[in-house]
Nanobody
């Protein structure tokens, strides 16, 4: 069974950077589309970015130009480099894989499962 462990969150000032990691077990990341999502208490989970098996990537409009998703196939890890962080980026960040066809809506959290436990990102001065 596929499992994920997210890490790398923390407290950072606006304009700062963090790199999140999503370590996978149970299957090599080369065979998986992996997505990053975030959630703030009281709000719906939202898609941030995903990387497909062919290496193609998608980003939410709110993070384009600031966040970069990448993967290390040898380490079975997907990263989310977050630069220019804003208070609106605060939330718990999760990684997951699609449990059904997600090609037409790759950042829809309703199409994903096997959620990790999340890592908290707080952007505040």
């Amino acid at each position: 069974q596929v499992q994920f462990v997210e890490s790398g969150g923390g407290l950072v000032q606006p304009g700062g950077s963090l790199r999140l990691s999503c370590a996978a077990s149970g299957l090599a990341v080369r065979y998986l589309t992996i997505g990053w999502f975030r959630q703030v208490p009281g709000k719906e989970r939202e898609g941030v970015s995903c990387i497909n098996t062919d290496g193609s990537t998608f980003y939410a409009d709110s993070v384009k130009g600031r966040f970069t998703i990448s993967r290390d196939l040898g380490k079975k890890t997907v990263y989310l480099q977050m630069n220019g962080l804003e208070p609106e980026d605060t939330g718990t960040y999760y990684c997951a894989i699609p449990v059904g066809p997600a090609n037409s809506d790759p950042l829809n959290p309703g199409l994903y499962g096997y959620w990790g436990q999340g890592t908290q990102v707080t952007v505040s001065s």
